[in-house]
């Protein structure tokens, strides 16, 4: 596997996260198709995010990558604020590609994964899994790169899901 050049990653989390999610819906993200009840879900972490972290910095911009809020303890901590644990192997990749990127700006870090309705945080680290998040940006590429979505696999969350009209309408 090839290791990427800082200047190389393009790939934003939320693509990461979304590869965990569904496939398909990866590629109408990333191929600019977005939908009303997506922004919704959006606003309701970010109204969740602003009761419960109120005092901690918002949203931090580097590059391709939004961080919920930054903190300082031995290393730098990186957080996370989702909603529940159904998508949790998306939000520890989300996380992981967040230190990685970090990693390729000289920055050592770690991530706090919060879950805040379930009263629940859970700590992630990049130690020996960088493998894994280059894997990943290699899938995110190549479904970004493909003229059309990956056939639909019918699941628990397409009832939740804003495209749930563009694979079964
Ligand atoms: S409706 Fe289901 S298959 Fe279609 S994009 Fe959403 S989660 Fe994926």
Redesign the pocket.
């Given at each position: 596997m090839e290791e990427y050049a800082l200047e190389e990653l393009f790939v934003r989390g939320i693509e990461i996260n979304y590869l965990y999610?569904?496939?398909?819906?990866l590629w109408?993200f990333t191929h600019g198709i977005t939908m009303e009840q997506e922004s919704e879900w959006v606003d309701l972490g970010k109204f969740l995010h602003e009761q419960r972290y109120e005092n901690e910095e918002k949203e931090v911009l580097i590059g391709p990558i939004r961080i919920d809020f930054i903190s300082r303890g031995d290393v730098i901590e990186v957080h996370e604020v989702k909603l529940g644990k159904r998508m949790e192997r998306a939000h520890e990749m989300q996380a992981l590609y967040y230190l990685y990127y970090l990693k390729k700006h000289g920055i050592k870090a770690k991530a706090i994964l919060h879950y805040p309705k379930l009263n629940e945080k859970r700590e992630v680290t990049l130690e020996g899994r960088e493998r894994e998040v280059e894997e990943a940006i290699v899938e995110v590429e190549v479904i970004k790169s493909s003229s059309k979505?990956p056939k639909?696999?019918?699941?628990k969350?397409?009832r939740k899901?804003?495209?749930?009209e563009?694979?079964?309408g």
């Open positions: 999610v569904c496939p398909t819906k109408f979505p639909p696999r019918k699941s969350i397409c899901c804003a495209y749930k563009l694979c079964w």
